[in-house]
């Protein structure tokens, strides 16, 4: 009897009041279905005895083995137990059993107060943005979530060196117009990772957040659920952000991408009952203030300028002012430009290149070159000497005759 006849069987009867031999010639079933079918309080179901499975026999074992080492695997189990059968029935046997003795290990949900953790990470995003150059690639995506509110952050930064990524930092803070009491990152090798069982930051990080006077969370290795927020947020850019878009370059891409998250903040967030803008003010005023003075953040170096006049930051050569080549020049870069000072005068000044091994050159630098050479090889050919003898030089006329008395020599008539 299917669960259609049951379900007719007994409207006819309870709500139409019809006999159970009325119902029987009406469906055409038998008085004594009818009858079932009202005895039962739940819609029929098709079963069937259980059957053996070729595994039983060899459970007592697989129990065994597992008390002994929960996280063998089925394969091992497999040859330990000579096992002639096929694979799949094994393998669903002991998925099975092996949770009774493994250790419980639950994940337990993380409660969020106003202003204290903000979940950090890199999301690569699959597209290829323009680089300059002829270059292409997928350069790091830094966000940053707030656990209370849930705002989202984010801007692409052109590497994962500790320079752009704390300089990436310092960017979507001062967006945020404060500091989170802690930061949650996983071993990310330019902020810090867990030696001998304990969480250790790198010195330039440990620096950043000193300056910032606020906590960083390393989570533990192979725990992607300690940092969900921003985990299910990478997925969520990449089915709703990224379909059907193109880019002209990073700066095109930032731009797409905040005037996206301001409208993907104003939606409705189930997890918290509201958009994540309704809960950002209270969020925001429980947060630490913004420092007075900004961190050090951005490439900087201090190298004496070669002849070339040319410095180097992440693998791109920028030109100089060639009139200070042989002095010491400051080089400053950040997400955008990069600057080059001495004794505080600027002698350079480039945007930033994200493509890889490229050469930057200012016209004024290479025509200053050029004149500073020319005026330098005038001034060795001036100091050069032009010939042996000239006017005011004595030069001794020496007595050939000297050489014949010294080798003998007699003179031939």
């Known amino acids: 009897m ?28 038998s008085r004594n279905a009818v009858r079932r079918a009202l005895a039962r309080d739940s819609p029929p179901q098709y079963s069937r005895p259980v059957r053996g499975s070729v595994v039983d026999v060899v459970e007592p074992r697989i129990r065994d083995l597992l008390r002994e080492t929960p996280t063998m695997p089925a394969t091992v189990i497999a040859e330990r137990l000579e096992w002639q059968h096929g ?37 690569f995003p699959p597209a290829l943005v323009p680089l300059g150059a002829g270059q292409s690639g997928s350069p790091p995506v830094l966000v940053m979530t707030s656990g209370y509110s849930r705002m989202r952050w984010a801007i692409m930064i052109p590497s994962r060196k500790a320079p752009d990524l704390i300089a990436g930092h310092w960017h979507l803070l001062q967006l945020m117009g404060s500091v989170p009491r802690q930061l949650v990152w996983d071993n990310e090798g330019a902020v810090g990772c867990w030696r001998r069982g304990k969480p250790v930051l790198t010195p330039v990080f440990e620096a950043f957040r000193g300056s910032l006077g606020i ?18 947020n990478n997925g969520y850019f ?14 095109d ?10 409208t993907a903040n104003a939606r409705w967030s189930r997890r918290i009952g509201c958009p994540p803008t309704v809960r950002w003010s209270t ?28 410095v180097r930051i992440a693998s791109n050569d920028y030109s100089v002012d060639p009139s200070v080549v042989g002095r010491f020049v400051d080089v400053v870069a950040d997400l955008t430009h990069v600057a080059i000072t001495c004794a505080g005068a600027v002698v350079g000044r480039h945007p ?38 000239g006017p005011g030089v004595a030069v001794e006329q020496r007595d050939l005759s000297v050489y014949d008395r010294a080798f003998a ?3 031939v008539a």
């Open 2 to 29: 299917t669960v259609e006849d049951w379900a007719e069987i007994r409207r006819l009867h309870k709500s139409d009041g019809m006999a159970i031999k009325a119902i029987s010639r009406r469906l055409g079933v």
């Open 87 to 123: 694979l799949t029935v094994l393998k669903d046997r002991v998925r099975m059993l092996r949770p009774y003795y493994l250790p419980p290990d639950p994940a337990s949900r993380t409660d969020y107060d106003p202003g204290h953790r903000v979940q950090c990470d890199l999301w």
């Open 215 to 232: 906590g960083v969370h390393l989570c533990r290795p192979r725990d992607p659920e300690a940092k969900g927020l921003t985990e299910r």
């Open 238 to 251: 990449e089915t709703s952000f990224l379909p059907g878009r193109e880019f002209t370059g990073p700066e």
């Open 253 to 262: 891409f930032n731009t797409q991408f905040a005037g996206w998250l301001t």
């Open 283 to 310: 969020d925001r005023d429980a947060m630490v203030g913004l420092p007075p003075a900004p961190p050090s953040i951005g490439w900087t170096n201090r190298v004496r300028l070669p002849r070339d006049y040319y």
């Open 352 to 389: 930033r290149c994200w493509a890889r091994h490229q050469t930057i050159t200012d016209p004024a630098h290479r025509q200053t070159a050029h004149r500073l050479a020319h005026h330098a090889a005038t001034a060795r050919d001036d100091t050069q000497p032009t010939g042996l003898t």
């Open 409 to 411: 020599v007699d003179e």
